[in-house]
């Protein structure tokens, strides 16, 4: 089969995360089973226009915000009449297929917006965006979807799209699990870890004070952040970390490669998300995969990622309550270590041949 995806960013892009992954491990296993696959995304500073990665070749058009068009114009000129599918993935903004191709069609959510807006764009525009997304979600309704989670699916039922019409596929996560808990070693104080890009919606402030206030009871307790630190919130995140009394104990690292990544995950003892919304928390599952619970946020996506109490706990939406699920976990060798084993047990069997197969059979192709 042809495949024609539309998605606003693909992995190399700088903004890229595990949407990003996802979607190109998909694309791999696909034209290694025959099939042909186009992404037509947005382009970046440094990019190439026509790329071929494992198999798949990527399309880059305009930028960020004119992407949408530009991939209309191209596919009009170029694409109109090759592909036997097409996948439009709505990452803020749709692309609206629907108006301009008669191919089968599938919208693929990792999540929706809603509260993000507030958090990610300034006024008016990020009213203007929680308005909208309600209005070009109708107007999606009639489509089939595939999503990534419970959260996701619910949140799309609310604005119209019929459940029969909702397909969830498995998560996939890029690393591979350690072989044995036992191989890995921790650091020798307790560390809590956050890590990924530093931004509003990622609520990483909030994680950094329930870590001063916990430091007051568990006095070797580290803090280490690892993550892109860009605009003005990573700026404040950053501002803050410098005047805090445990600035020597809290360690920024700033972006790290994949192999860094692992390490840290492997190395500390317990990992921390509070995102204001997420389509699953796919870190989670890396973390865990590497022998790291995780306490989180209750927000759609990692309610999903985490079964409160077996695999993780899940902390109420403020930073006084996850400081008290620190406290708590840390102090409790034996939780600890149950709730260890159980998630990573878990993580194993998320992985990208059953996110493939789910995929392949929601559109129904071998």
């Known amino acids: 089969m042809k495949i024609l995806w539309f998605t606003w960013k693909d992995k190399k892009n700088p903004l890229a995360g595990g949407a990003e992954v996802v979607n190109e491990e998909i694309a791999k296993r696909l034209s290694q089973n025959g099939h042909e696959v186009i992404f037509l995304v947005g382009g970046f500073v440094g990019d190439s226009q026509k790329e ?15 992407c949408y068009f530009e991939a209309y114009k191209y596919f009009k000129n170029n694409l109109k009449n090759w592909p036997d599918i097409i996948i439009e993935e709505i990452n803020t903004i749709p692309y609206f297929t629907q108006l301009y191709s ?156 994949l192999d860094d990544k692992i390490k840290l995950m492997q190395q500390s003892h317990v990992i921390l998300v509070t995102s204001v919304k997420e389509g699953w928390g796919l870190i989670v599952t890396e973390a865990n995969s590497q022998g790291t619970p995780a306490i989180v946020y209750d927000a759609d996506g990692l309610r999903d990622s985490v079964i409160d109490g077996v695999t993780g706990l899940i902390s109420k939406n403020n930073h006084r309550d996850l400081t008290n699920m620190i406290i708590k976990f840390l102090k409790d060798p034996k939780q600890y270590d149950k709730i260890q084993l159980e998630a990573y047990e878990i993580s194993k069997q998320i992985n990208f041949e059953k996110c493939y197969e789910d995929f392949t059979r929601t559109i129904g192709i071998k």
Request: net charge positive; aromatic share 12%.
């Open 52 to 66: 071929t990665l494992n198999g798949y070749e990527i399309i880059r058009v305009g930028n960020r915000l004119s």
């Open 102 to 257: 008669k191919q089968k069609r599938f919208l693929f959510v990792h999540q929706l917006c809603r509260e993000i807006w507030f958090y990610q764009m300034i006024f008016p525009f990020s009213l203007i965006g929680y308005l909208l997304e309600p209005i070009y979600l109708w107007c999606l309704r009639k489509n089939r979807v595939i999503t990534i989670s419970n959260s996701s699916k619910t949140d799309l039922i609310k604005y119209g799209f019929e459940s029969k019409n909702i397909s969830i596929i498995s998560e996939g996560i890029e690393m591979k699990p350690i072989t044995d808990l036992r191989l890995i070693k921790k650091y020798e104080n307790p560390t809590i870890l956050s890590l990924g890009q530093i931004r509003p919606m990622k609520q990483t402030l909030d994680q950094i004070k329930a870590y001063e206030i916990a430091k007051k009871q568990i006095l070797n307790l580290k803090m280490i952040i690892a993550g892109s630190a860009k605009g003005k919130y990573g700026v404040k995140v950053l501002n803050y970390i410098s005047k805090s009394r445990y600035k020597n104990d809290i360690n920024y690292l700033g972006l790290v490669s």
